[in-house]
Every structure is written in C-alpha cells, then in structure tokens.
C-alpha cells in the first residue's frame, strides 16, 4: 500500500492547526518537498517489520455464553499449551484483556477495538507459556481500563462472586473474579491507578503492583508510560510469587524497564519477619466519608497482629500522602490524552516495540467510534485535552516534578520502616450503578476508591493487597507497601500475615 501524497487543501488545514499563514504559492512548494519524505514512507511499507515471537500453536476459542459466564468475569475462552514442565505446570493462567495474546479475541473492555485479533504474543505471555502455564482465557477488564470500579466494560458489569449485586472493582475485573471463584489459579492484571490492588480487595484474593518496570509491559495497551505496570493475582501469597518469579525480568524492549535485578521471590515467602518495623500510614484511614470506619477498624486490628510475629508496629504521619491523588491526577489526564488517545494507545519518541497492528485497530476505532467511549474516557479526554490546550502541558510537567516530592516522602519513612500499611481501598465493595445510572453517578462509582492506591503508581514502590477479613459479607483488604526493589520484602511480610490469619478462619 503506498503512501498517498497530502492534498494542498489538507496542507492547508494543518498549517491552521499549527498557527501557520501559508500562501498557495507557499503550499505548493512544501507539497514539491515533500516528495523524498513520501518516498521513505512507501519503502518502509514494503519492509518487513521484526515482531514479538509466537512460539506455542494454539486455537482461537471461543466467547462464553451467559450461562457459562455468570459473573461477566470471562471475555473469550481458549486453552494455550506452552512447555510440558516448569514452574507453572499444571497452572491454569487469565490474561487481562489488555495484554496481547496472539490469535486470540482482544476488546480492552471497549466496543472501539472489538474484532481486533493481535498478532504477537506480550512478553508477559510468552514467559507464562515458556514455563509450562495453561492459558484459558482472556479476562474482561474495564472500558480501556479507566474505572476502579467494574460497571464499564462494553460486554457489561463484571459482578462480585461474594454478593453480584456489588462491583468486583477494577480495572482488572474479570482478573480478580476468575482468581476468586477459582476459575483460574492465578492472573495477570494491570495497574494505572490500582487496578490489580482495587479487585483484589473487593474479590478478597492477592494482587501485587510490583516496582516499576519490574514486570515487561511490552505487548500491553498502554494508559500513561509513567504509571503503567503489570502484576499477578493469585489466591495465596506464594502463587503470587510464583507468578512474579516467571514474568519478571527485563526483555530489552520496554522503554519503562531499567535493568531492575530481579530476585527470586519464592524464597523470600516463608522468610520470619522478627524485627521488621511496620508503619501505620495515619493519612491512608482519613478519607472524610469516603473511609469507612469498619474499613479502617478492621485494618488497624489486622496490622497489629504483626507483633504476634515479632514485628514492630506503630503509627506514622506521611502528610503528602492525601497529595498523591492530585499528583496523579495531573499526569493521568494529560499523560492518557497525550499516549492513549491522540497516540493511537502507543504514542512515540521512546525505543522500543510498538505493537503496530493495535496500534492501527484503536486508530480507525476512536475515529469512527469515538461516541462509544464510555463516560470516564470521555472526561479524561475533556478535561485532558483542555488543561493541555489553555495550560500547554504545564500542570503535567509540574505534576511529574511533585511526583520525586512524593517519592522521597515516602523513601523518608522507609528509612524509619520496612513496610508501610493502609486500607488498600477506603471502602468496602460498592453497589454497580443502574444501567440507567446518571453520567454524574457512574463516574463517581468509577473514580471513588483509589485514593490510597494510585499514588504508588506515581513513585513506583511496590504495593499488595492481601485480604485481611470481612464485614458485612464483603472483603475488605490490607495494602502493604515497601522499598522499590523490595518486592521480596513485601512479599515476605504479606505471607507472614496470610499465614496467621488462615490460622485464625480456620
């Protein structure tokens, strides 16, 4: 397919874009000029591009029926078979339905890139599969993975196997459901703002955010390269584990990644934790109306169990930390505009690979169907592309430059504490809004629970929800939070905790 040479009248249009006063004389001549550019673009259209190895055959599958799919929790069915033995022989694995699986059905949760089969396998898939994982399926995730909470998704609202009246939270929905109701031994799910931690909680199952660019993001969609992460959701602590020995590690292709070593984290799950300084986030239980007292009781009753084990616990003020949230917010509205909107979900001027034919699926989808947005997407894009029209990036710039503020705030407290621990979400599980809901209503039930998660996104510290108890018939879950790097540590501390409590149900 050659590159078809611009019209003067298109030439035109740009310029006026751009604040351009071009004569037709003017235009004619930047048209003629034109031509050795053109030429580029039809040869690289010719070459074959190099692109990420599909090594395992596989069938497509097939898309569940209602029946088969009570909770939502399912977007495509399949059984992918990699080696015969390794670390994860006789797993079965979900994969959010953002992440790349080569042949099979991808929607990201929106109706912008149904039919979109990928043609590559994430690295994060090819990993699973070279270690003897069973992939079954695709897992439903939010409409382009921007909600906290799960009524968003295109195919419809992915219910909580604890009370289906309730959200299962997201964005990573169907990932923490399927884990939940044991569908699938363990996930990998994606986190922007929580979204492995904020499912975790409402599902009652474990989800780690590891330390930026720990895990390869390569083959994913994108939201905003600063805060993109991916991570595992397992029912116990050492699956989670298992999970992040096999997809850590750098792949040479994700300009998030920084050669972070990698450790093994399935020896650090057993470890003792006598002597480990634990500190209570004090700003992570007030959250005006937002926090609920049972929430925060049951919290507070569960860290303080971690004396039992010879750790040392006490209460710390981390005041920047209600600041997080405003601190995201500037990087996301811009940073989802700048990347997943106007750059086709894969943007530019970074090294590395872009996935060309997702790239190519959402470009023609946002443009025909960008009325099929859901309402989140629709107030990031707003308000996103309005701060960046009237403010010329500088509230995003200035967010980035707060975020090393809020890092060190945070890198402060660790040189008092090994782990820092709050309520992973202020609330219990919320009820999905009506499919008649207010615009006004969805958004708020969206946006509602990330305040204690989303700024560990912006500093990159590793964070795991482990499920610490029940009230009123719906899990409620414990954030713990360490040294970026320290994902062991967290790891460690999270296990230590599992295991006292499995004592306690049992």
Request: hydrophobic fraction near 35%; include cysteine.
């Amino acid at each position: 397919m050659a590159v078809v040479k611009p019209t003067k009248d298109q030439l035109r249009r740009i310029a006026e874009q751009y604040h351009l006063e071009l004569t037709e004389e003017e235009l004619g001549v930047y048209s003629n000029l034109m031509e050795g550019g053109i030429a580029s673009y039809t040869r690289l259209e010719q070459l074959v591009e190099p692109k990420l190895p599909v090594k395992y055959p596989r069938t497509p599958g097939y898309r569940p029926s209602k029946e088969e799919n009570r909770l939502g929790a399912w977007y495509w069915k399949t059984s992918i078979k990699g080696e015969q033995e390794g670390p994860l022989s006789g797993k079965k694995i979900a994969i959010k339905d953002n992440v790349c699986v080569a042949g099979v059905p991808m929607m990201n949760g929106s109706a912008l890139l149904e039919g979109y089969i990928p043609d590559v396998d994430a690295t994060v898939v090819t990993r699973i599969l070279e270690a003897g994982g069973e992939i079954v399926g695709k897992a439903v995730c939010e409409h382009l993975c921007l909600s906290g909470a799960s009524h968003t998704s295109d195919t419809g609202p992915v219910r909580n196997p604890h009370n289906p009246e309730y959200s299962s939270g997201g964005s990573s929905s169907g990932s923490a459901v399927l884990v939940a109701t044991g569908e699938a031994d363990m996930a990998v799910g994606g986190d922007q703002g929580g979204s492995i931690r904020l499912p975790s909680s409402w599902c009652g199952v474990v989800g780690l955010k590891p330390t930026f660019g720990l895990v390869p993001y390569t083959g994913a969609f994108p939201i905003e390269q600063t805060l993109d992460h991916l991570g595992p959701i397992a029912r116990t602590v050492a699956d989670a584990a298992l999970l992040l020995n096999v997809i850590a590690g750098s792949d040479g292709l994700d300009p998030r990644q920084s050669n972070l070593p990698k450790k093994d984290y399935l020896k650090a799950v057993g470890r003792e934790i006598k002597g480990m300084r634990i500190g209570i986030v004090k700003e992570g239980f007030t959250w005006g109306e937002v926090s609920e007292p049972d929430v925060n009781e049951l919290v507070r009753a569960s860290a303080e169990r971690f004396t039992e084990l010879g750790a040392k616990v006490e209460e710390v003020s981390i005041p920047m930390h209600h600041d997080g949230i405003h601190i995201w917010n500037g990087i996301a509205f811009e940073g989802i505009v700048s990347l997943m909107v106007r750059g086709n979900g894969m943007g530019n001027n970074w090294k590395g690979y872009y996935t060309t034919s997702l790239l190519d699926a959402y470009g023609r989808g946002r443009l025909t169907r960008a009325n099929d947005y859901s309402p989140t997407v629709k107030l990031v894009l707003l308000l996103g592309q309005y701060m960046e029209t009237f403010y010329h990036g500088r509230y995003y710039a200035k967010a980035q430059n707060l975020a090393r503020t809020l890092t060190q705030a945070y890198d402060d407290a660790f040189n008092q504490y090994d782990i820092l621990l709050m309520p992973t979400t202020p609330q219990k599980a919320t009820r999905i809004p009506a499919e008649d809901a207010s615009v006004e209503e969805k958004i708020a039930s969206a946006l509602n629970m990330i305040y204690n998660t989303c700024p560990f996104n912006v500093t990159g510290h590793p964070a795991i929800n482990v499920p610490c108890g029940f009230s009123q018939g719906l899990p409620v879950g414990m954030m713990l939070v360490g040294r970026k790097g320290e994902d062991d540590t967290v790891l460690q501390a999270a296990y230590a905790f599992e295991k006292i409590a499995s004592v306690v149900k049992g």
